[in-house]
């Protein structure tokens, strides 16, 4: 759809969100602080961070729920202080609580009429039947579990055709069961085009689907990048006898070194096409150098983030665009 | 379009939950109790003999007035705790999170809930109102001068407190917001009667309590309107003067200019709510 649209145009697509410069202070507190990030249109943006990292006050303030006190917002090309930049936004807010007077059929009715946009009844039923809900489309939201409501609440994110959908924690009620249909779901919204921001605490989640990541930390921009960015930075690590002062002027020389014993681990530059392991065995064993092991290291976005928020290594920074 | 969403929303919430079936069934109870109250009345053997006709209508009036009263009472209590959860609640539970971040103006949002809410109360004081009329129509014979205008003033009594409630409630907690509204009504009325007893007495510093608060808040001076429309014309004069403190007489008709004043302060009111709503962080 949006495709068609840019055809016509000539122009390139608006990202689905662009931020500059947000911040929010409540009192002395500054929750937010000069965030800046975009979302491409039919890109999965994970927002990971810690409790307190001004993940969702971000997400509130992309949608007009909070008053910025300084930046900038840009939802699918509109400012977004005009409500209209909301029309093809689905939302599901971590504190997810649905009129309980409602029916779950009347919930979503009432969000498609709100939104203005033209989805039938059929089509409310389907999206039920995508969380879940199929059989309870006729009872009283007062008497859903948590987990039901979050489905529900999942189903009212994606009832009037977004072209973003906004998850904050999406899976913090659900059972594991629930956690992997929700990652389906996300996926199938991929698939389809739909953006996606996603914050949640489950970082295999993220890492599974997200194409990119941002850390906030303390109300600012830790570290992002694409998932290859921040994890492409990897390690290998040999053990190793017989090193003398040139056999570990050797070893520097591929990245920084660190030694345990005999086992020495090399951090490999995130470029690396390959063969800098195999020269460095070749060298070493020219060097005299008896090589036991050689272990690459693979570095898990869990790793990464622990990392990047306990400030262990300069993270890589990508620049705001 | 949203507001006329939000306001059929805020009346499906109403029907649905068990406000509405609590304040009929006091009404019911209320219409049946004055139903037997002027029945006894007819009848009634003073220590002087029985009551003349005028009399008769007098205290009719009286009562009927002291009923309407308790019955705008219960329509102010309603609504003032419909009206309280209705923002602050909704903020506080995350329902208004989903709702607002669909592509709403929230000053359209607070229309269709006030709306809603105006419907609802209003409609119920009308309609309560009107069986209570009927009944003691039917019960003494008795029907008041203006049943129409009283109505409409009692239901813009209705409306000037709910305003006031939303307003409350978009700062201050769920709670607090219906007790305050309550609160400020009943002070109102007090000071209303303070200031007729003031006037009744010769008294101008007392008598300008009264006047001062009917025009803070106008509720105490929609209801002296409606009482008025109410009361047999005949009546105020039967109790003689010196007792134009009485709190269920009103000596005069409200003059235009206060009846120009009410939907001022209303807009005043609703303009101050929704500029603190579109400002609250949710």
Request: with cysteine; aromatic share 6%; proline share 4%.
């Amino acid at each position: 759809m949006t495709s068609d649209a840019a055809a016509l145009d000539g122009l390139p697509p608006s990202p689905a969100v662009w931020c500059s410069g947000l911040r929010k202070r409540y009192g002395r507190q500054t929750a937010v602080d000069d965030v800046s990030f975009t979302v491409a249109r039919g890109e999965v943006l994970g927002l990971l961070g810690p409790n307190g990292a001004g993940k969702t006050s971000v997400i509130k303030m992309l949608l007009g729920l909070v008053r910025p006190d300084a930046g900038e917002v840009l939802l699918l090309g509109r400012r977004s202080t005009d409500p209209r930049s909301r029309s093809a936004v689905g939302y599901l807010p971590e504190l997810f609580r649905y009129q309980p007077w409602l029916t779950a059929a009347e919930v979503l009715a009432l969000h498609v009429k709100l939104a203005r946009v033209d989805v039938d009844a059929s089509e409310q039923r389907d999206c039920l039947a995508l969380v879940g809900l199929a059989d309870r489309a006729g009872d009283r939201v007062g008497g859903f579990s948590k987990g039901m409501q979050q489905r529900l609440g999942l189903a009212v994110a994606l009832v009037a055709r977004p072209e973003l959908v906004v998850l904050d924690e999406p899976t913090s009620a659900l059972d594991p069961l629930g956690r992997v249909d929700v990652r389906d779901l996300v996926l199938a919204l991929k698939a389809r085009g739909v953006a996606v921001l996603l914050n949640s605490h489950l970082i295999g989640e993220v890492e599974r689907v997200c194409d990119r990541v941002v850390i906030l930390d303390k109300g600012k921009v830790a570290a992002s990048g694409t998932l290859a960015e921040l994890l492409g930075q990897r390690e290998v690590r040999l053990r190793l006898a017989a090193v003398d002062g040139r056999a570990e002027d050797r070893l520097r020389a591929s990245g920084s070194m660190t030694r345990s014993g005999d086992w020495f681990t090399v951090q490999l530059a995130a470029d690396d096409d390959g063969v800098t392991v195999p020269d460095l065995v070749n060298d070493l064993v020219g060097l005299g150098v008896r090589v036991h092991a050689v272990e690459p290291v693979r570095i898990s976005l869990e790793e990464r983030l622990l990392a990047v928020l306990r400030h262990e290594e300069p993270a890589p920074q990508e620049a705001a665009r | 379009m949203t507001a006329l969403t939000v306001a059929g929303l805020t009346l499906r919430e109403a029907s649905r939950r068990r406000v509405v079936w609590a304040l009929l069934a006091m009404t019911v109870v209320l219409l049946a109790l004055s139903a037997w109250g002027f029945s006894k009345l007819i009848g009634l053997d003073t220590e002087l003999g029985t009551m003349t006709s005028g009399e008769a209508r007098l205290v009719a009036s009286l009562l009927l007035n002291l009923i309407l009263f308790g019955m705008s009472l219960i329509a102010a209590i309603g609504t003032a705790f419909l009206a309280g959860p209705t923002l602050a609640g909704e903020v506080d539970s995350g329902q208004a999170l989903a709702l607002l971040a669909r592509p709403v103006r929230r000053s359209a949002v607070l229309f269709g809930k006030w709306l809603g809410l105006i419907a609802f109360g209003g409609g119920y004081v009308v309609i309560a109102g009107l069986a209570q009329l009927l009944v003691v129509r039917v019960v003494v014979g008795y029907w008041p001068p203006a049943p129409a205008t009283g109505l409409a003033l009692l239901a813009a009594e209705t409306i000037v407190l709910l305003t006031l409630a939303l307003l409350l409630s978009s700062v201050v907690s769920t709670m607090a917001s219906g007790i305050v509204a309550v609160g400020l009504f009943g002070a109102t009325w007090v000071a209303g009667v303070v200031g007729g007893i003031g006037a009744a007495l010769g008294n101008e510093g007392v008598a300008q309590v009264g006047t001062v608060s009917r025009i803070i808040l106008p509720t105490d001076g929609l209801w002296r309107g409606a009482m008025n429309a109410f009361q047999d014309p005949t009546a105020l004069a039967q109790m003689g003067p010196g007792q134009g403190g009485f709190p269920f007489l009103s000596a005069s008709a409200l003059t235009p200019a206060y009846l120009a004043w009410a939907p001022v302060w209303i807009a005043v009111v609703w303009g101050l709510t929704a500029l603190s709503f579109s400002r609250r962080d949710v």
